[in-house]
Nanobody, 117 residues
């Protein structure tokens, strides 16, 4: 089992910045990929960014150049630095981890990000 706890969400004006954190605990040695997804009201959950254990990253086109995902393996924590935020970035952001055993997926409880215009 892997437990994921997110923090760092909040309310920010358009153009502002926020940094989300997600700390993993439990059986973490098998984590191969961690990432962030988001879900706005009435929409499906969508990928924001992922990072592999080797440091390879992947971003949604809508956040490229504005968001940066990073990982501190010593702290078992993944970060999402969000700059130049837009109202359309408003959503609940979920941390995600995929483990090598059966490629099982774990989710955090989510953290609200609200960007005002």
């Amino acid at each position: 089992q892997v437990q994921l706890v997110e923090s760092g969400g909040g309310l920010v004006q358009a153009g502002g910045s926020l940094r989300l954190s997600c700390r993993a605990s439990g059986v973490i040695f098998g984590i191969i990929t961690m990432g962030w997804y988001r879900q706005a009201p009435g929409n499906q959950r969508e990928l924001v960014a992922t990072i592999t254990s080797g440091g390879s990253t992947n971003y949604a086109d809508s956040v490229k150049g504005r968001f940066t995902i990073s990982r501190d393996n010593a702290k078992n924590t993944v970060y999402l630095q969000m700059n130049s935020l837009k109202p359309e970035d408003t959503a609940v952001y979920y941390c995600n981890a995929v483990v090598s055993a059966g490629f099982r997926t774990y989710w955090g409880q989510g953290t609200q990000v609200t960007v005002s215009s």
